[in-house]
Every structure is written in C-alpha cells, then in structure tokens.
C-alpha cells in the first residue's frame, strides 16, 4: 500500500487529513510535506510532532526542495523531537545539519541535498539506531561511511557515495536492500559478495563497462538500471536471483538466463540492442515483462519460446500492429497481464 501524501496541511485539518486517516486503517501510512518554509510554523510542526509520538513511523515528515529561502535550517528539525521518520528530498543546501543528532526516535531518514559541508553527519550518536537510510550528496566534502558499520539495526541503505569509503559495508550482514546510485567506473564493486544478509540489489546511474567482480551467493532480487557502457550481465554469478529488472541498457545484446535457474519474475524494459534471450523456454519464470526491446521478436517468442509455468505475460514493442497481434494471441493463451508494478 502506497503512503497517502498530505501537502502543506493546516492547523484546521491536520487532524482530518492525518489522524482520522491513520486512526481509520492500521496499514495506512502518511507522508506529510512541505515545499518551503512559508508553509509551517512551530505550532503546526509541534502538533504533527505529537502524532509522530503516537503513530511513530507510520508518518513520514518531509521537508523537499526550499528553493524561495537560503537552504534548509537544520534547526527546524527540534520541533520534532518524536519524528521517526524524516526526508529531506532535493534541498540545494542544508545548513546546522548536527540537530539531525537531537532526534532521538529517529528509525527512517532520507538525506538529498546537492551541496553540503557535512562530513561527520553518520557519525551522530543516534543515527546508530537507523532501520532505513537513503543518503545523496552531489557537492561537498565526501560524508565518511566508516559509522554505517555501527547501524547494527539497518537493514535498507541507498547511496550516492562518490565512491568513497563502500569497503565498509563488507562489516554490515544487517543490511538487506542495498542501492548503489551514481558510481564512479573505477569504483569495486567486490564488496558484496560479502554481505551475508543482502537480498536486494539495484545499481544505477552508473558507468561501467562489466562488472566481473559483482557477484553474490545470498541476493535474490537484482535491478541494474541505466549503467552506461554495460555491455554483459553474468546472471550465474546470482545463484538464488529469484526476481531480475533490467532497464535502460543500450549496450546489453544479449542474456543468458541460464545461470538463474530459480528466477521466477523478470522485467526488461527499454533494452535497444538486446536480440539474443537464451534460455527462456527452459527457465521458471512465471512472471514475465519485456517492454520497448527492439530486437527482440516477440511475436516469435510468445509463439514459441515461453516456459510452461507463465502465469503473467506483459509485452509491449510499441508498435500499434505488433502489439494488437500480442494482445491477440496472449488472448488465445489465457495468460493474464500482471497487475502491477514490481
């Protein structure tokens, strides 16, 4: 279930928009925002900091781009001594970043900022109680990850990290999603092998050729998405990937889904020179996505190349004649379109 987001509420309906919501379905969560610092005072985020206490984190507080005033003042964030969790999403600056240490209920933070002088920011005592972590810097001094492996309760982390400092994480088995935004090319990637609790993968937004180093007995979920160059994919380096994604490849032209032979889900979108898909027939995939993957003949391939245990079948070449035939056959076969996203 997606959070519901309530933007800039008021005094008047903060207790409709929110609490009634919240009261009303115990799956529910919230996220409230604000887009500049017009749009809260300190009456209204004490209020929203008593529901916090309530609802913990339940309801996300999010502060996003401030781009009328200075930067974002850190010194906002004492108003919210019970807020557990926070974002602060496409800030240009943020400034007295150390009141991120004053919040002590703290189990979820998302950090964007695009220029900042915070390098000590993960060494703050109480971050070590962290469960998520979603952390981007574009300009500044490079933040140090040694204190990551103190965050013995963090289980997601998603990083833009310059490339600096991810040996760290090889002392890090709490961790279970990891994201790796925006590496550089020369940047190892050896790390993961050794990361016992890893179960989800996605590196993106990266440039690299091959990745022969990137290998993991334990993850079972992988998305590689607009990593420019890449040119090969060694699925058997993922003996347990049960669920692959692989989206906005130029360079990929081929697959062998040989060496995954537990995947059950994939989803190929946007691949242009992809034309050689081994191994499908024979494989386990029950959910299957190939969209705008030119190429491919996936006329032929829904006539004659899907395994047998096909319960959900999404193909789109983009091509109004091609794609009413798909629908037609995909008709003929009973097999359903999957219901959403993954």
Request: aromatic letters at 4%.
């Amino acid at each position: 279930m997606f959070p519901h987001r309530v933007k800039a509420p008021t005094q008047a309906n903060l207790r409709l928009q929110v609490g009634a919501r919240l009261e009303a379905d115990p799956r529910v969560r919230v996220i409230i925002q604000w887009h500049s610092v017009e749009q809260y005072d300190c009456q209204l985020l004490e209020q929203i900091d008593a529901l916090c206490a309530r609802y913990g984190e339940r309801i996300t507080v999010r502060f996003y781009n401030h781009y009328s005033s200075r930067g974002f003042d850190g010194r906002t964030l004492l108003a919210l001594p019970n807020v557990h969790s926070l974002s602060l999403d496409g800030l240009e600056t943020l400034d007295h970043f150390q009141a991120i240490g004053s919040l002590h209920q703290l189990r979820e933070l998302a950090l964007e900022v695009f220029r900042a002088d915070m390098p000590g920011l993960l060494a703050l005592p109480n971050l070590e109680r962290l469960h998520s972590l979603r952390l981007s810097l574009e300009q500044g001094p490079a933040i140090d990850l040694a204190p990551i492996a103190r965050m013995l309760e963090l289980h997601c982390l998603h990083i833009n990290p310059k490339g600096h400092g991810l040996e760290i994480l090889r002392q890090c088995p709490s961790i279970s999603a990891l994201s790796l935004h925006r590496l550089p090319a020369k940047t190892t990637l050896g790390m993961v092998a050794d990361m016992s609790g890893l179960r989800s993968l996605s590196v993106a937004f990266s440039s690299r050729e091959q990745m022969p180093e990137l290998h993991s007995p334990y993850v079972r979920e992988l998305e590689i998405r607009r990593v420019r160059g890449l040119n090969r994919l060694d699925l058997d380096s993922f003996p347990q990937l049960d669920v692959l994604k692989i989206e906005d490849q130029a360079q990929l032209s081929r697959l062998d889904l040989g060496g995954a032979p537990q995947l059950r889900k994939m989803s190929l979108i946007n691949l242009k020179t992809l034309g050689e898909l081994s191994g499908l027939k024979t494989s386990n995939i029950t959910d299957l996505r190939i969209i705008r993957t030119p190429e491919l003949d996936v006329l032929t391939l829904i006539d004659n190349q899907l395994p047998p245990g096909m319960q959900y079948l999404n193909l789109l070449s983009g091509k109004h004649t091609v794609d009413k035939q798909i629908e037609a056959r995909q008709l003929q076969l009973g097999i359903p379109q999957p219901g959403g996203p993954f």
